[in-house]
């Protein structure tokens, strides 16, 4: 068994020279670098719309396409109903929207943000304050029962292990994810988040428990 | 490291069968002889055979140290912040400040003793590398030697050769450095598989991400409003920011619809607080919410976006204008 592993979680994104242009496609995400005039003129499409920037950019660094994960928990709803008798549990994964952003690396390696581009099926909320509240994020995916056969370009795929630790039946309306950027993996060209274990109590109250990633020996010994 | 993994089966088998017939020993020195054959071209030297192994190990510690100093710049971010924050907030909520900020000097006493974990680990591997790397190379010289007094060059393959290999391994001045290299190749693998096995952790233990407070409102921090960037952990604390869009136009109702619809499909407004609209004579108020890390920048052009589209126009519309 042997995957060929493709840095999906960050992309050069080559700069074009006077009148030339640069394309990246990444699922339903096109970009477009045009060099006009000393300047970058920056076309992105995300499937929905389309959203233009102008860049300033020095001769010296490097301009990067790097995935990070949502910023605040994602409320997953499955598009099928979940429904766990006491005891009961359920595997299979979800699909999460992950964001891209645009970032320019100086020659000595810092970093900086220059163009957030969110996914257009991410949708943000503000639940209020006090718990349970805060931002949260929303998207909708299928109960996916194996990994094979899912193409998922912008989204990260979650394996999930729904338990229902209650006395009752269980229909949860949403899965609560947390992703953190040292969760997501690029594997067989595919972004992959760690593993997750969705405790319910009830209906209501749900644990999360995540299986941090380690770091394979491939990757250690290159 | 091959060879050593055939050391401990010619060790294995040895102990297990004491009365070897001569025929099977002559057939397996014939098949060492021919492993190295094979391995004419790998390098004679165990150090330089080993340094796989310790360039592995040392991007192992390498990582730990990234790690360690991502972990030290994070608890002085939330240091800052708590200090930020601490002149803000209201005198209810100075005991959640202080509380944060003695997790975050606990946070940092975990981070040192972390680190020192993490140096001891690095010497005692590279001591393990180089007693292991020693112990191999007295034993391959000795057998070399063995060998070499047992049989001259050029002679031909006799029955006795199997006994010579074979006494030369029972040797106990060969057994024990032999026994000793290879417990040390299998405590470093052993360890290696334990620092590498993933455990479940629950997302509220010490050693896993601890969720953000509940953010204060926005007024408690005075951040209502204000212009500019916000870094990420600030802006999870602030809450929204409300952008208030006057649209000029003769149909406020087929307007806000047309709004409605279009402000629901952008991920940069929030879905909740849901969009407001009030139709005027003339004019249409649109109120919306986005997250307190927007900049002024894109604030301003996702309004300048929202006025061009409640009147009618689309980006197309506008760029070929």
């Not at chain 2, 002559?26 to 055979?49: H, S, Y």
């Given at each position: 068994m042997s995957f060929k592993p493709l840095n999906v979680l960050r992309q050069n994104v080559d700069l074009p020279g006077p009148g030339e242009t640069t394309r990246v496609e990444r699922g339903r995400l096109h970009l477009l670098?045009?060099?006009?005039?000393?300047?970058?003129?920056?076309?992105?499409?995300?499937?929905?719309?389309?959203?233009?920037?102008?860049?300033?950019?020095?001769?010296?660094?490097?301009?990067?396409?790097?995935?990070?994960?949502?910023?605040h928990r994602v409320q997953v709803n499955v598009q099928e109903v979940?429904?766990?008798?006491?005891?009961?549990?359920?595997?299979?994964?979800?699909?999460?929207?992950?964001?891209?952003?645009?970032v320019w690396v100086r020659p000595d390696g810092s970093a900086q943000a220059l163009v957030d581009l969110p996914p257009p099926d991410l949708q943000t909320a503000w639940l209020g304050e006090g718990e349970g509240g805060g931002y949260a994020h929303s998207a909708a995916s299928p109960f996916f029962v194996e990994r094979r056969g899912i193409d998922h370009e912008l989204a990260s795929l979650v394996p999930v292990s729904v338990r229902n630790d209650s006395d009752v039946v269980v229909r949860p309306p949403h899965l609560a994810i947390t992703l953190r950027e040292r969760d997501l993996l690029a594997l067989d060209g595919r972004l992959l988040a760690a593993p997750r274990r969705i405790v319910f109590t009830s209906e209501q109250h749900q644990r999360e428990l995540v299986r941090p990633l380690p770091a394979t020996l491939a990757e250690v010994l290159g | 490291m091959r060879l050593g993994g055939l050391a401990v089966v010619l060790l294995g088998v040895a102990a297990a069968c004491d009365g070897f017939g001569d025929s099977r020993m002559q057939r397996l020195e014939e098949e060492v002889r021919a492993l190295r054959a094979a391995q004419a071209g790998a390098p004679a030297d165990v150090t330089d055979a080993m340094a796989p192994l310790r360039s592995a190990v040392e991007v192992l510690v390498q990582r730990g140290e990234v790690e360690r100093t991502r972990w030290t710049a994070l608890a002085a971010e939330i240091d800052q912040l708590a200090t930020l924050v601490q002149g803000v907030v209201e005198a209810g909520r100075r005991g959640e400040v202080d509380a944060l900020r003695q997790r975050i000097g606990e946070l940092e006493r975990q981070a040192a003793e972390r680190a020192k974990a993490q140096d001891e680990d690095r010497d005692l591997l590279l001591r393990a590398l180089e007693a292991t790397a020693n112990k191999l190379e007295a034993f391959l010289q000795q057998a070399r030697v063995r060998k070499g007094a047992a049989l001259p060059e050029g002679a031909v393959p006799e029955g006795g050769r199997g006994s010579t290999l074979w006494r030369s391994v029972r040797d106990p001045r060969v057994l024990w450095p032999l026994g000793l290299a290879v417990v040390g190749v299998v405590g470093l693998l052993a360890w290696s598989r334990r620092r590498r096995r993933p455990s479940v952790l629950p997302l509220d233990a010490p050693d896993a991400f601890v969720d953000a407070p509940p953010p204060p409102s926005s007024k408690e921090a005075g951040l209502d409003g204000r212009d500019g960037y916000l870094t990420d952990s600030m802006a999870s604390l602030c809450g929204p920011l409300s952008l208030l869009v006057e649209v000029r136009t003769a149909n406020g109702e087929a307007a806000s619809q047309r709004l409605s619809n279009w402000l629901a499909q952008d991920p940069r407004v929030l879905a909740r607080p849901v969009p407001t609209f009030e139709v005027r004579p003339g004019v249409l108020h649109a109120r919306f919410y986005v997250a307190a890390g927007m900049s002024l920048a894109e604030r301003n052009s996702l309004a300048a976006e929202v006025r061009a589209r409640g009147c009618g126009e689309s980006h197309a519309d506008r760029r070929s204008a």
């Amino acid at each position: 068994m042997s995957f060929k592993p493709l840095n999906v979680l960050r992309q050069n994104v080559d700069l074009p020279g006077p009148g030339e242009t640069t394309r990246v496609e990444r699922g339903r995400l096109h970009l477009l670098l045009e060099h006009k005039r000393g300047g970058y003129l920056l076309v992105t499409h995300d499937g929905v719309r389309s959203r233009r920037y102008w860049l300033g950019l020095p001769a010296s660094g490097t301009l990067e396409l790097r995935v990070r994960p949502p910023d605040h928990r994602v409320q997953v709803n499955v598009q099928e109903v979940l429904c766990l008798a006491p005891g009961g549990r359920l595997r299979g994964y979800v699909a999460v929207p992950v964001l891209h952003r645009l970032v320019w690396v100086r020659p000595d390696g810092s970093a900086q943000a220059l163009v957030d581009l969110p996914p257009p099926d991410l949708q943000t909320a503000w639940l209020g304050e006090g718990e349970g509240g805060g931002y949260a994020h929303s998207a909708a995916s299928p109960f996916f029962v194996e990994r094979r056969g899912i193409d998922h370009e912008l989204a990260s795929l979650v394996p999930v292990s729904v338990r229902n630790d209650s006395d009752v039946v269980v229909r949860p309306p949403h899965l609560a994810i947390t992703l953190r950027e040292r969760d997501l993996l690029a594997l067989d060209g595919r972004l992959l988040a760690a593993p997750r274990r969705i405790v319910f109590t009830s209906e209501q109250h749900q644990r999360e428990l995540v299986r941090p990633l380690p770091a394979t020996l491939a990757e250690v010994l290159g | 490291m091959r060879l050593g993994g055939l050391a401990v089966v010619l060790l294995g088998v040895a102990a297990a069968c004491d009365g070897f017939g001569d025929s099977r020993m002559q057939r397996l020195e014939e098949e060492v002889r021919a492993l190295r054959a094979a391995q004419a071209g790998a390098p004679a030297d165990v150090t330089d055979a080993m340094a796989p192994l310790r360039s592995a190990v040392e991007v192992l510690v390498q990582r730990g140290e990234v790690e360690r100093t991502r972990w030290t710049a994070l608890a002085a971010e939330i240091d800052q912040l708590a200090t930020l924050v601490q002149g803000v907030v209201e005198a209810g909520r100075r005991g959640e400040v202080d509380a944060l900020r003695q997790r975050i000097g606990e946070l940092e006493r975990q981070a040192a003793e972390r680190a020192k974990a993490q140096d001891e680990d690095r010497d005692l591997l590279l001591r393990a590398l180089e007693a292991t790397a020693n112990k191999l190379e007295a034993f391959l010289q000795q057998a070399r030697v063995r060998k070499g007094a047992a049989l001259p060059e050029g002679a031909v393959p006799e029955g006795g050769r199997g006994s010579t290999l074979w006494r030369s391994v029972r040797d106990p001045r060969v057994l024990w450095p032999l026994g000793l290299a290879v417990v040390g190749v299998v405590g470093l693998l052993a360890w290696s598989r334990r620092r590498r096995r993933p455990s479940v952790l629950p997302l509220d233990a010490p050693d896993a991400f601890v969720d953000a407070p509940p953010p204060p409102s926005s007024k408690e921090a005075g951040l209502d409003g204000r212009d500019g960037y916000l870094t990420d952990s600030m802006a999870s604390l602030c809450g929204p920011l409300s952008l208030l869009v006057e649209v000029r136009t003769a149909n406020g109702e087929a307007a806000s619809q047309r709004l409605s619809n279009w402000l629901a499909q952008d991920p940069r407004v929030l879905a909740r607080p849901v969009p407001t609209f009030e139709v005027r004579p003339g004019v249409l108020h649109a109120r919306f919410y986005v997250a307190a890390g927007m900049s002024l920048a894109e604030r301003n052009s996702l309004a300048a976006e929202v006025r061009a589209r409640g009147c009618g126009e689309s980006h197309a519309d506008r760029r070929s204008a």
